[in-house]
Structures are given as structure tokens and as C-alpha cells.
């Protein structure tokens, strides 16, 4: 089928075509779309009968007849290239699709968190025989609540739950650090001085034995020092003087190690610097005529004979019912 065209004259130089509703073959619309000229058209005969008539027909959209597909050899085949970039883009589309859209959860009344917290506190029994208690679990209840309702009266209680919980669970690392947090952003808190005295706590149980290094028990004893001079009078102050008195006992235990390790090794000047410094810090603990004697006999053997019998006179009369006195009196009599 062809198109064919019909000429109406409108005026002088201009002439409008009507469409046809006919399909164009391959070879007229390549026809009219060649050169004119008679050196062109030569030329063209050959390119009409290579691209035109020796290949099968394309359907393409006709110009001259809208809403028409016509067959076209000129016009490139893009359907690799679609195929191609479909191929490239699928993956991207499933992982888009694979993502989860974050969700919000309703966070719980820090009421309710706290009631939670404290019914998990509560434990378990298991078998009958013992309580089991998921400190974990109510930690994270705690925890909400400071997160969610930081300026609300449940997140004191929360911090405070937190702390006990981690010395509960014997992870005094992480409760230090809470009860900590807690005297330092409320200060006139009535629990401050309970915090204080849990801080010694935590830094006596990590004490080691007596002859190794003694810095948790320095750092409990200054907690327990800033205690009773900012709260003297809390409850809290009477049980941190007592656990003020075994904190000092075992400084003295452990430089009293140090200095018998001296003395034994013959080093007699190091180990009387140790026995005075031991007299001197840590006295009226139950060490006194020990370091005494001890010292004695470092000064003896330092051939400061007359000092040492003093000192053995003086843990005789102070002294008298202790093991330390029977071997000054020893001491006494050989020297006389």
C-alpha cells in the first residue's frame, strides 16, 4: 500500500497535503526521504537496495501519518539496550525493596518500666532450691526509663536501681561508675550519702590479698574519708567508720608484709623505715607491739644496741600479754 497525496491550492506558493490513512511501504518513505539531485540519486539507488529492500521491514511511527507504524530499516533495535539496563537495575530494586522501614515501638509509662525493673529484681525460684534473677533484664527497664523520662522522679530511682543491680550481680566496675554519676548530678539528694558509702564498697571488693598492690584500698578509704566529713551525721557514716577501721588494717598488714620481706633478706635499714612508718600511720590497730619488737631487732642488728633495748622495755610494759612482750623480755635478758 501506498500513500498518495493530493495537492489543493490555498494561495500563490503554498500548497497543504491531506493524509491518507494508507500505510507506506519501506521503499517510499526510504524514496522520499532521498536526495534529488541526479548525482544523489545515483547514489542512493544502490543505498535504497541495500538498507531498503534486502532486510525485513520494521514497524516505526509514521510522520506523515500520526498514530501509523511503519516498517523502518534505518531506525537502530534498542531492545538490548533496554534488556540491559532492566538486567542493571533489578538488583538495586530488590534491595530497595529488601530494606526495613524502621519502626517506632510506644515506649511504656515510666511507671509501669519501674514496676517492671523492680518485679524482675524479685527473681525466680528454680526447682525450689534457689532465686534466680535476671539483673540484665531489669537493668535494660531501668535504663528506659532514663533514656525516655530523664527529668521525671523515676529516673533517680532508675540510677540508683541500676547500681544496686550491678553490685548485686558482683560487676562492681560498671555499679562504681553509677553510683558515682548519681552523687555527682544530685548532690542534695537524701540517697547521696547511701552512694558514698557503696563507692568504698565497690573499691573493697576489688581489693586483692594484702601483699599485692593496695590502690582500691586507698581510693576506698578517701571515699569513706569524703563520707563522714560531708555527712557526718548520716546513718551512713557510722558503718563507713567501721569499714573505715578493716580499710586501715589492711594498709598496715600490707606494709607490715613489706618490711618483714626486708628483714628476712637482712636489709635492716629498709625494712625499720617500714616498721616506723607503720607505727606512725597506722596506730591502736592491734600491730603496735608486733612493729615494736620488730623494729628492735632491726636496730640491733644495725648495732644500735641501746635504742633497740628501749624499744623492748617499752613493748614489756605496754605490752605485756602479747606474744611480741615474751620475746622482748628474751631479747632483755640476753642482752644483759
Known amino acids: 500500500m501506498t500513500v ?17 490513512t494508507h ?22 539507488e544502490s543505498l535504497r537496495g541495500r ?15 500520526p498514530n501509523r507504524l511503519v516498517p523502518n530499516r534505518l531506525a537502530p533495535n534498542r531492545a538490548p539496550l533496554v534488556l540491559a539496563l532492566c538486567l542493571l537495575l533489578s538488583p538495586v530494586s530488590q534491595l530497595s525493596c529488601s530494606e526495613k522501614v524502621p519502626t517506632f515501638e510506644e515506649v511504656k509509662p515510666a511507671d509501669e518500666l519501674y514496676a517492671e525493673g ?26 528506659s526509663i532514663i533514656d525516655n523520662y530523664p527529668y521525671s522522679d523515676y529516673e533517680q530511682r532508675a540510677l540508683l536501681k541500676i547500681a544496686d543491680s550491678y553490685f548485686n550481680d558482683k560487676r562492681f566496675e560498671e555499679a562504681l ?3 558515682q554519676d548519681f552523687a555527682d548530678l544530685h548532690p542534695g539528694h537524701e540517697k547521696v550519702p547511701y552512694t558514698m558509702l557503696r563507692v568504698a564498697q565497690c573499691h573493697l571488693n576489688q581489693i586483692e590479698s594484702i601483699d599485692r598492690d593496695q590502690t582500691a584500698t586507698n581510693q576506698a578509704t578517701e571515699a569513706l574519708a569524703s563520707l563522714m566529713q560531708q555527712h557526718p551525721y548520716a546513718p551512713e557514716t557510722r558503718k563507713g567508720e567501721e569499714l573505715m577501721i578493716e580499710l586501715r588494717t589492711r594498709l598496715a598488714l600490707n606494709m607490715l608484709h613489706i618490711a618483714d620481706f626486708y628483714r628476712v633478706r637482712t636489709h635492716w635499714q629498709s625494712a625499720a623505715v617500714r616498721y616506723r612508718r607503720v607505727l606512725d600511720e597506722f596506730p591502736g590497730l592491734g600491730l603496735d607491739a608486733r612493729s615494736l619488737f620488730r623494729l628492735g631487732l632491726c636496730l640491733e642488728n644495725m648495732r644500735r644496741q641501746d635504742e633497740a633495748l628501749r624499744l623492748y622495755h617499752v613493748v ?21
Open 51 to 65: 538498507d531498503c529492500a534486502d532486510k525485513p521491514d520494521r514497524l516505526v511511527p509514521n510522520r506523515l501519518v
Open 316 to 336: 614489756v610494759e605496754n605490752y605485756g600479754e602479747s606474744p611480741a612482750a615474751a620475746r622482748a623480755r628474751a631479747r632483755i635478758a640476753h642482752a644483759d
Open 177 to 179: 561508675a553509677y553510683y
Open 23 to 44: 500505510a507506506v511501504t519501506t521503499n517510499d518513505l526510504c524514496r522520499q526521504t532521498l536526495p534529488r539531485t541526479d548525482a544523489d540519486r545515483a547514489g542512493s
Open 4 to 20: 498518495t497525496h493530493s495537492a489543493v491550492r490555498v494561495r500563490p506558493g503554498i500548497r497543504v497535503l491531506r493524509r491518507s
Open 118 to 143: 523492680l518485679k524482675t529484681l524479685d527473681g525466680r525460684k528454680i526447682f525450689g532450691l534457689f532465686t534466680y534473677v535476671n539483673y540484665d533484664q531489669a537493668i535494660e527497664a531501668f535504663q
